[in-house]
């Protein structure tokens, strides 16, 4: 099994910065893939960026958060952060941590509420 803990969020004006935290316990050494995803009220719940946890570090974002967000992390504290830039009132969500382990099962967060004011 693995556990997820989130932090951050909050609220933030346009053009403002905020950074989440995703902090893993559990069977660690199974992760594959660790990201977010949100989900605005009414629409369904899209991926914004991931990362894998192995020594690649490839990482995938969604075009609309391009060249804003950037998603880490640190192995050492079994932990994924996401530092989100040029916030846009578009990006107001609750945004989920997930982590896809021994590949087949997939682990959530509690989500974390973004809200971006104009």
Known sequence: QV????SG?????AGGSLRLSCAASGSIDS???????RQA????RDLVAFIAI???????Y???VKGR???SRDNAKNTVLLQMNNLKPE???????YANWRTVFTSWGQGTQVTVSS
């Not at 992760?31 to 995803?37: E, T």
């Not at 009220?41 to 369904?44: I, L, R, T």
């Open 31 to 37: 992760i594959n893939v660790m990201g977010w995803y």
């Open 69 to 71: 967000f950037t998603i």
């Open 62 to 64: 969604a075009d609309s």
């Open 9 to 13: 969020g909050g609220l933030v004006q």
């Open 91 to 97: 990006d107001t969500a609750v945004y989920y941590c």
């Open 54 to 60: 192995t020594s690649s570090g490839s990482t995938k």
């Open 41 to 44: 009220p009414g629409k369904q």
């Open 3 to 6: 556990q997820l803990v989130e």
